[in-house]
């Protein structure tokens, strides 16, 4: 208690409310459906993120999520409490809450509103302050924020680059590229060229293979010039034309035959030219992108 007369809870007792909050989940069991609240006091991505990637855990449960982001005062955390408050009564079951607050009178507001409250910063933060021999900042949003110009302003530089040189639109300087992701139409390549730039600030450019590319067994004469710096996507045919389906069901664009087709000749082109090449068919975005940087060697 303060000298105002308010309860404080420090990140130490945070965590063991935290853990018993656990513990009680796992052993009551859970209910196939469940809530969850991303509760963060700048955009929600890291909430989101370490979030979601601990619900994965759990296949069998349907979780309905919702993102809360910009919880920089008192009022704000009243608000989302509220909010926590009324879908724990609608659902008669407690929803799970992710914090990544770093300010504890914001925390208090979050970890007492419900039963399950996961602090995502305090539970390493403390640890890290020993470790250090120092004291951490407390500052909101450090990792998303602008706090390093330069980096932002390279991120922007390759966003941009990226968008211009989108499914083959530019290939005048196709050598400024980081990377050069070559592949059949809706295997991947776009949102993988966003993911490098917007996470990595790589300037990453993407070339389709169509029918003309295949009436030579050798790479098009636009790619030779960033051949070290090719690198091809792949997927399984029936999952490419159940994706074309859905963008244009009519035409030969969207056949079985036509998909297995083009798959097949384009990887006789990656193997031919010896250009490294990755199924993109049962993996993410993250997944493809993270392979690319590990093998191209660009971290």
Not at 162 to 177: A, K, Y
Not at 191 to 201: E, F, W
């Amino acid at each position: 208690m303060n000298g105002h007369g308010d309860f404080l809870l420090t990140p130490s007792k945070l965590r063991v409310v935290v853990r018993k909050g656990f513990l009680r989940l796992h052993a009551r069991g859970a209910s196939m459906r469940r809530r969850v609240f991303f509760v963060s006091d700048r955009t929600g991505i890291t909430a989101d993120t370490l979030g979601r990637s601990l619900l994965t855990q759990f296949p069998d449960i349907e979780f309905r999520i919702t993102n809360v982001p910009f919880v920089t005062n008192q009022l704000a955390a009243e608000k989302a409490a509220a909010t926590i408050r009324e879908a724990h009564e609608h659902d008669a079951i407690a929803p799970l809450v992710f914090s990544t607050l770093t300010d504890p009178a914001t925390q208090y507001i979050i970890a007492t509103c419900t039963e399950f409250v996961f602090d995502l910063f305090g539970t390493f933060i403390e640890p890290l302050e020993d470790a250090l021999g120092m004291e951490s900042s407390h500052t909101a949003g450090r990792m998303h924020g602008m706090g390093n110009i330069s980096e932002y302003e390279q991120r922007l530089s390759a966003l941009n680059f990226t968008l211009g040189h989108d499914d083959g639109l530019s290939t005048r300087d196709i050598d400024g590229s980081d990377v050069v992701l070559a592949g059949v139409s809706r295997c991947g390549k776009t949102p993988t060229c966003l993911y490098l730039a917007m996470h990595y600030s790589l300037r990453a450019s993407n070339y389709p293979l169509t029918d003309d590319d295949f009436e030579q067994p050798l790479l098009p004469k636009v790619l030779e010039v960033c051949r070290g710096k090719l690198y091809g996507l792949t997927i399984v045919p029936e999952q490419l034309s159940r994706i074309r389906r859905e963008r244009r069901p009519h035409g030969n664009y969207s056949k079985l035959a036509q998909c297995r087709s083009e798959v097949a000749q384009a990887e006789a082109l990656f193997n031919h030219e010896n250009i490294r090449f990755l199924d993109t068919t049962t993996i993410s975005i993250e997944e493809i992108a993270a392979t690319i940087v590990r093998d191209m060697e660009l971290r």
